[in-house]
Structure formats: structure tokens, C-alpha cells
């Protein structure tokens, strides 16, 4: 009855004793408990890792408070809500950035020094959460900080993947893939949902039935899974705001055949169980295609179905009518990864709530959204209609009517221009005949965007013309940004103490744009040896990286000069190296006196190769042997040393950005969509070697060209680039370093020939003989700069001052305008 519950309420009040506490005293309590009842090791004795264990669970509980929170007054409050759905996230490690949003870690540090333990210690032995593979993977991550912070009703839905992406492991200079347990020692930040199930169907047969005399499609799937939610709290940093990032794991259906275990075929069934599990078990570790994998399409309708299911649920709780249903949901898909949705919700509208085709149509394009992350024709994604039709035979019959209403318009407003149609159509004919996922997600979308002005231009002159002809209205560009959270205040404590110092406030913490202040200080010689104090203490923390993981000693003085980001030959890993053979060469045939004048480098490259792609392996193992050769030629000394770091990830890279004094982004022009590392570097005060390529244009406006060093051919040369082929006149010290490659000064002589073709003569597609002797140039005015120390610093205030248009807040502000319509929903202290 009413009144047991109140009274129920009372006496719950009257236990609680108010929220968790964050004085020290409060967080040794609760840390000892953890260590004594969830841990299960003795108050009395617990090492480092129980402790990180135990400070966790402190912290979680902290966490799920505000995140109750949250969810009741969003509940109560009702706003349209935004949907994030994104295959892959890669949100490092938690604990460092749970506490800075809490704002809790100072306190924190206090209360465990006094037990003993010291709080960057026990930091270090969290493990990445890698559920992705790249720059759109942390994308994700950086937006759900954003979507937290600005007090968005968002929600995140993603996958539970058993295994991450893949572990680098290194031997005698060759990747090697290892899996990724992330999850063996438990996972502290996720909260297991175990009432929040849905069952996903597959495969099966589509049948028609009547009913009050109007016919319907009806699905009979043939297998059917479970789909587990697991909730990771997302705390926004000064507001009480936590939102979910809610992923899903798939387990077996309870609905199982229980025939099977009756009728002796105990061990089948047992087995048939466990394999539905294999649905969430691994990431694909490519960040371009998977296409034709059955599992692939296996997993993005498991994630598609289940988020449906948990939003429509959600919906239905508290509102009636479907019609409302874009006025309280937006749906934003990241990639075409999650745009089975697009069908899912066709069939739940017009199968299952019985709406009619165009109310249902109409309904779709209202909520869904669109962000490409690509301009490569291979990262395009393609279903073959075969595994389509055996695995959701349902949803290509709907595809196939939603083509068929797309194509009758196409000839209302184009006449039957035969190329054009088959262009745009989203059935491909062919060899194999297949569904282009961008097609679909661009015709039942009200908008897409592209991840920087270059690229959404890009998408619009050359990637979708014909589409954006038709519906210049739906185009809109959100440049990319990352946040000063994650990228500033955990990775770089110093330089955020020293920023907040200057410009006299922490607010730049939530308002990105005050940085510019610091433009005001760019040449205060009492700025300048702080900042160089600050660049000094990183560059110690990464020399001593170095040496733990190579052996290598490097010295400070030197110029730290990186290239992190996953390995492609678009990216150019290879120029960066053939640059470095050409530098050791000089070096090696210059005069004594001469070599006084060189700026020591250390050149520091990282990043993984997709399992199944051959030449980025080869420049893997072609960094390691011109690694090999430079470091152990006494002759060389300290003038120039190169070293690969393994296994980079995000916390590596937290690492490794602050204490870079140059980054390279060396992308042929027209090829990286956006880029995001260049921005954490950006406001890290590093300074950028660059093309004009993706965001660096943009960069380029906000800190001016003489603060980078910019190379290369211009976007618009590229085409005509190409088409000479071998008539380019390439440098002669490009074909000097490649012949050196071919004829084996660095050893595996036959495994390189083929890597060196790639960039010979008209084979050179990336176009890397053509840009060396700008590449060189830019090199070279890098060197003179850093000479300049009082220059160089300046230079580097600048970019850190420049960089506020880059934060992800930014973006996410301008999503929630200009394309969710949605607004900020702060859950009161
Ligand atoms: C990446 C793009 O390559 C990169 O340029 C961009 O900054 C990032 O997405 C975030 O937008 N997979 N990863 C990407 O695209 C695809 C496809």
C-alpha cells in the first residue's frame, strides 16, 4: 500500500546518512571496506594493484550515485534525448579521468598517501578499455565526455567486446597480434544488467498472415540470442551529470530449444549455447573493411536490434504515440556501422506496430543522422544481398522496397538518366550484387556530416555529388574536436597547472575558448621558462618510457619528433622514414664542423597494422631495421636516433603527446578525412608538421602557417599529380634512399622489394617522391625554429592558445543544434 511505501521510504532515508563523503578521512574508510569485503585481501595487507582495485570500486560507488541521479531527473524531466550509436569506443583507462570530473583528485591523492600508496602508481595499473581502432573509436570516447560535461540527455550504445583490439607484440622487428583479455582481472567501471535482455533474432524465413484483413509481413527467425546490457557511468566534469554508456554483451537465449537437452543431445545443445556468445566476442581489428563477414553483420545487427529495443522501451514509458517519437529521440549513427538500424526501424514500425509504409517512412527520416568518417572507396561499406538475405531476410525485403520509393523519386526529379540512378542506387549490381550502406544511411537521413570543412566539401564536390545535388540541405560539416579533459588535464597535469596559473581560472576546463587568453603572455619571458620547465618534465617522463621499453637512452636536449596513429600508407609512415634514412645518409657524409650544426632528433613512431595488411607490416618491420642500423652506429651518436614504440594505445599515447616537441601528420592531401591526434598535440603545445589535409586546415586559420610547418601537394593538385605518374620529377635523394632500402643496407633485402615498389614511378599513388623535397624543406625549417628556443616557445604558446576551437565541446554543441535538436538538461546539485 501507499503507506507501507512511504513508510519504507522514510526508514530508507533515515539509513542512507546522506552521499558519499570525499574528505581523505571518508575515502580511506571506503577504500579499506573495498580492499576488506570486495577485493577480499586483508585491510592490513594489500599490494598496488588490490589498492587500484579498491580505490575503484570507491569511485564507481561515488559514480552510480550521480548517475541515479541523472536518470531520475531525465526521467522526470522528459527532453528529447540523443542516441549515440557507435560500433566501436576506445575510452582508455577510467580512473584518472573518473576522478578529475568528480573533481575529487586531490582529496584522492591525500587519502592514499597517508595509507601508504601513491595515486599515479596505482593509475598505471589500470588496463585500456580498447573497444575499437582508431581515430573514430576515441571520437566516440571524447563525445561521450562532451555529451556528459554540457549536460546532454545522450545516451551511448556500443558492444561488449570480449577482446579488444589486438595487443601489439613486437618480435625482431615483426608485429604480432595477441589477444586482448581486458576483461581477466575485472572490469570495475561496468555494472552488469542482468534484467535488461533482449532477445535478437537471425536467419529464418519471412511469411505473409492477414489480420482485420490487411496483410503483414511476419519474420520466423531461425536462431535466437540474448542481449546482456552492461552500463559504464560517464561522468561529466563540473556538473552532477553522469550519463551511459550502455554496451552489449550476447549470451544464449533462454528461450533455447530445452528439446535438445531432453533429447540426448545434451552436448549440442551445450555447445549451440556457447556459440552464441561468439556474437560480442572480438573487435574487428581493421579500421577500412570487413566487408562479407558474416560475423561482422552478425554483430551490427545484435548491437542495432538490442539499442532499439532498450530506446523504443523507453519510449513507451510514458508516451503513447509513435508520431511523437522524433520529437523525443534522435538516433546518430557513427559510420554506416550501426545502419541496419534504418531497416530495424522499418520493420518494428510497419511489421510490428502496424504503421503504414509512408507514416513509418516518414517517422525514420526524422530521427535518423549521419556522420561519414571516410573519403577511401574501401572503407565504403558493402553487404553482398546474399548474406543479407540468409541472415535478416526480412530486413532486405526492406531495403529493397525503401530502394524502390528511393529510385521512383530519383526519376520523378532526374528522368531516367540510367547512370545517374545506378549511381545513387542503394542496391549495387555487379559481381556481387550488394547493398552500399552510405546510400541507404544518406537517403533516410535528414542530415550527414562530414568530420572537417575540408572533407565535408569533399563529400559534396566528389564522395556523394549526385546526393548532395538532390539534397544540398541535408549537408552540414561538424569538425571534429577532442577534450581538454582527457588530452589537457589528465594526460598533462603540469601544463593544466600552469595554464590555470596564467590565465588566473580553471574555467578553460569547461569553456575551451579562454585559452586564447594565454595569447595575450606569448612572449613573457616568465611564461616562457615555466612553459619550457613544464616541456621539460614531460619529455623526461617519455625519455624514461623510452628507455623501459627499448633500452635506449635519448637526451633531452634532443628534438622529440613523433608520429603516432594507426599504420596506413595514406598516413605515410613511409615518407616519415624515408626522411629519416635520407638524415641519417647526411649526417653520415657530412664533415665534422658541419655536424655541430644538426638538431639532435629522436624520432618516435608508433602504431598498429591491421592483422591482414601486408605493406603496413612491412613499414613495421622496415622502422624496426632502419632503427637497428641508426642506433648502433657509434659514427651517429646522439645526432639522430629512431625507435618504435609497441602497442600504442591510448594511455601510451596520453603519455607520449605532451612530451613531443614535433608531430608529424603527413597525409597525401584528400585522404584524412579529419584527423583528431593533431588537436591533442595542438593544445599539448606541440608543434604540427602538416599537410593541408582534413582538420590541419582548419588548425592552419586558427594559429596561422607560421606557427607549423606545412609541405606537400594541395588537394587539388593531387589528380593532376597522378595522372603524370612517372613523368614527376622525383628528388634524387628520394631514389637514393629507396635504393638503399632495395639493395639491402638494412637487411631483408627481398622482404622490401615489394614495399619499395609502392612508391616508385607510377605505382607511387600516395604520392611520396612527389612531396619529399617539400616534406624536406619543412623538415628543415622545423630544425631552424627549434634552434630558436625563445621562438620555438612561442610558437608553441600559440598552438596551445589556438586550440580551443578543437574541443570536442564544440562539436558536440553544434550536433546539438544544428542537427539533434536537442538541449542541455542539468541535473540540480
Ligand atoms: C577515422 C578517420 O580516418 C579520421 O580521419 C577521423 O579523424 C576519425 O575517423 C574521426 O572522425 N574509421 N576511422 C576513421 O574513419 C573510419 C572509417
Given amino acids: 500500500s501507499s503507506l507501507d511505501r512511504t513508510a519504507k521510504a522514510e526508514r530508507m532515508f533515515e539509513l542512507m546518512d546522506g552521499f558519499l563523503k570525499n574528505d581523505p578521512v571518508s575515502l580511506q574508510k571506503d577504500i579499506l571496506d573495498h580492499v576488506e569485503y570486495t577485493v577480499a585481501r586483508s585491510r592490513f595487507s594489500f599490494d598496488d594493484f588490490e589498492a587500484y582495485q579498491a580505490l575503484s570500486h570507491c569511485i564507481r560507488d561515488r559514480l552510480i550515485e550521480r548517475w541515479h541521479d541523472t536518470q531520475i531527473h531525465f526521467k522526470r524531466k522528459d527532453p528529447k534525448r540523443v542516441y549515440f550509436l557507435s560500433l566501436e569506443y576506445l575510452m582508455g583507462r577510467s580512473l584518472s579521468n573518473s576522478i578529475i570530473n568528480l ?13 601508504g600508496f601513491e595515486f599515479e602508481v596505482l593509475a598505471e595499473q589500470e588496463g585500456d578499455a580498447a573497444l575499437g581502432n582508431g581515430g573514430l573509436a576515441r571520437l566516440s570516447a571524447c563525445q561521450m565526455d562532451s555529451l556528459a560535461t554540457m549536460d546532454f540527455p545522450a545516451w551511448g550504445y556500443g558492444l561488449r567486446y570480449q577482446y579488444g583490439l589486438f595487443r601489439q607484440v613486437i618480435l625482431d622487428g615483426f608485429q604480432h597480434e595477441q589477444p586482448d583479455y581486458w576483461l581477466n582481472f575485472g572490469n570495475p567501471w561496468e555494472i552488469e544488467r542482468v534484467h535488461v535482455t533482449y532477445p535478437v533474432k537471425f536467419y529464418g524465413t519471412v511469411e505473409e498472415d492477414i489480420s482485420n484483413g490487411e496483410k503483414y509481413k511476419v519474420w520466423i527467425p531461425g536462431e535466437m540470442v540474448e542481449a546482456v546490457a552492461y552500463d559504464n557511468p560517464i ?86 504515440d509513435l508520431n511523437q517519437f522524433p520529437d523525443k529521440v534522435a538516433l546518430q549513427l557513427n559510420d554506416t556501422h550501426p545502419a541496419l538500424a534504418i531497416p530495424e526501424v522499418m520493420r518494428i514500425l510497419v511489421d510490428e506496430e502496424r504503421l503504414g509504409w509512408n507514416e513509418a517512412f516518414d517517422i525514420t527520416c526524422k530521427i535518423f543522422s549521419f556522420t561519414t568518417h571516410t573519403v577511401l572507396a574501401e572503407a565504403l561499406e558493402k553487404i553482398p544481398v546474399d548474406l543479407l538475405e540468409s541472415l535478416l531476410p526480412r530486413h532486405l525485403q526492406i531495403i529493397y522496397d525503401i530502394n524502390s520509393h528511393f529510385m521512383e523519386e530519383l526519376k520523378r526529379r532526374i528522368g531516367l538518366d540510367y547512370n545517374r540512378l545506378s549511381r545513387m542506387s542503394i542496391v549495387e549490381e555487379g559481381a556481387v550484387k550488394s547493398i552500399r550502406m552510405a546510400n541507404l544511411s544518406i537517403f533516410c537521413s535528414h542530415t550527414v556530416n562530414g568530420v572537417s570543412r575540408l572533407h565535408s566539401e569533399l563529400l559534396q564536390t566528389r564522395v556523394f555529388k549526385d546526393f548532395y545535388e538532390m539534397w544540398p540541405e541535408k549537408f552540414q560539416c561538424k569538425t571534429n574536436g577532442v577534450t581538454q579533459r582527457r588530452w589537457i588535464v589528465v594526460s598533462n597535469p603540469s601544463l593544466c597547472a600552469l595554464i590555470s596559473k596564467w590565465l588566473g581560472t580553471e574555467s578553460w576546463i569547461r569553456d575551451i575558448d579562454l ?24 619529455k623526461m617522463r617519455l625519455a624514461e618510457y623510452i628507455e623501459a621499453t627499448s633500452g635506449l637512452k635519448v637526451s633531452l636536449d634532443a628534438m622529440f619528433d613523433v608520429q603516432i596513429k594507426r599504420i596506413h600508407e595514406y598516413k605515410r609512415q613511409l615518407l616519415n622514414i624515408i626522411g629519416i634514412i635520407h638524415r641519417y645518409d647526411c649526417i653520415k657524409n657530412m664533415a665534422k664542423d658541419d655536424r655541430k650544426k644538426v638538431v639532435p632528433r629522436i624520432c618516435i613512431i608508433g602504431g598498429k597494422a591491421a592483422p591482414g595488411y601486408e605493406m603496413a607490416k612491412k613499414i613495421i618491420k622496415l622502422c624496426h631495421a632502419v632503427a637497428e642500423k641508426i642506433n648502433n652506429d657509434s659514427d651517429i651518436g646522439d645526432l639522430l636516433k629512431l625507435v618504435f614504440i609497441p602497442d600504442y594505445n591510448v594511455s601510451v599515447a596520453e603519455m607520449i603527446i605532451p612530451g613531443a616537441d614535433l608531430s608529424q601528420h603527413i597525409s597525401t592531401a584528400g585522404h584524412e578525412a579529419s584527423g583528431t591526434g593533431c588537436m591533442k598535440f595542438l593544445m599539448n603545445g606541440c608543434l604540427l608538421l602538416a599537410t593541408a589535409d582534413g582538420s590541419t586546415v582548419e588548425i592552419i586559420e586558427e594559429i596561422g602557417e607560421d606557427n607549423m610547418f606545412l609541405f606537400g601537394a594541395k588537394v587539388h593538385e593531387v589528380a593532376t599529380l597522378r595522372e603524370k605518374g612517372s613523368t614527376i620529377k622525383v628528388p634524387l635523394q628520394f631514389a637514393r634512399v629507396v635504393r638503399m632500402v632495395r639493395d639491402g643496407y638494412f637487411g631483408f633485402q627481398d622482404y622490401f622489394q615489394s614495399l619499395c615498389d609502392t612508391v616508385e614511378g607510377s605505382n607511387d599513388y600516395y604520392l611520396l617522391g612527389a612531396d619529399f623535397e617539400s616534406y624536406l624543406e619543412a623538415q628543415a625549417a622545423a630544425d631552424k625554429a627549434f634552434v ?28 546539438a543544434e544544428q542537427t539533434w535538436g536537442i538541449e542541455p538538461c542539468r541535473c540540480p546539485l
Avoid at 603572455?521 to 616568465?526: E, F, N, P, Q, V
Fill in 515 to 538: 585559452l586564447m587568453g594565454l595569447r595575450e603572455y606569448a612572449a613573457d619571458i616568465s611564461l616562457h621558462q615555466e612553459w619550457q620547465m613544464v616541456r621539460k618534465i614531460n
Fill in 235 to 320: 561522468p561529466g566534469y563540473g556538473t552532477r551529470n553522469t550519463i551511459t554508456l550502455r554496451l552489449w554483451a550476447a549470451k544464449p537465449s533462454n528461450q533455447h530449444d530445452m528439446e535438445a537437452y531432453n533429447t540426448g543431445d545434451y552436448i549440442d545443445a551445450v555447445v549451440t549455447r556457447q556459440r552464441a556468445e561468439t556474437i560480442s566476442s572480438i573487435l574487428y581489428p581493421d579500421d577500412r573493411s570487413h566487408q562479407g563477414k558474416e560475423l561482422r553483420l552478425k554483430q551490427q545487427y545484435f548491437f542495432v536490434s538490442a539499442s532499439l529495443q532498450d530506446i523504443i522501451r523507453r519510449f513507451k514509458d510514458g508516451h503513447k
Fill in 103 to 115: 573533481g575529487i583528485r586531490d582529496q584522492c591523492a591525500d587519502a592514499l598517501s597517508q595509507l
Fill in 788 to 815: 630558436d628556443q625563445k621562438k620555438w616557445t612561442q610558437m608553441s604558446i600559440l598552438s596551445t592558445a589556438g586550440s580551443g576551437r578543437f574541443s570536442s565541446d564544440r562539436t558536440i554543441q553544434d550536433y
